[in-house]
């Protein structure tokens, strides 16, 4: 493992988080899930058809996805708070309770009223989503910090080939966010 996933991964035990994962069926997603419960590196949160979730689990060997908190997002018991909270976030922006109740089903929408509302701490997507459509609900329900007018993405890749990059890692920004930044978008 190369020594900077060492270090994410200890600092992330240290100061462990409940993490929401809106690609709750995903194979990627839910090897990754389930690594990350089997080392205790974080709480997760999967959404997604939990019969569906349990099915993958099991055709892929995850024997530790059942230390997840699963949450289906048609059946969720607690749709209701999360539709109030975005009607209230969006009112002066046109959304309706109906729309809210819709888009509180949506795991992306879901997984980021999770965080608005204190549930969880944090997310990750963008396995089966466009960067767009996974900011999208994040910069309506969470928005940026105040004084912060601009987002960014950033990848880490890894290679086995050490002459790529510092050691074989190669860090990419992400040019679908911010592809024409200036130096004040840079500085933030």
Known sequence: MHKLIEEIVERAKAT??????????????????????????????????????????????????????????????????YANLLFELRKSKGMTIEKATALAEDPLYLGTLIIKNGDADGEVAGAQNTTGDVLRPALQIIKTTPGISVVSGAFLMFTPKAEYGENGLLVFADCAVMPNTNAQELAQ
């Open 16 to 81: 462990r988080q409940r993490i929401v994962l809106p690609e709750g069926t995903e194979e990627r997603t839910l090897k990754a899930a389930n690594q990350i419960l089997t080392d205790g590196v974080a709480d997760l949160i999967l959404i997604g058809d939990p019969a569906e979730i349990e099915a993958c689990a099991k055709e892929w060997g995850l024997g530790n996805i059942h230390k997840a908190t699963i949450i289906d997002p048609i059946n969720n018991p607690r749709k209701e708070v």
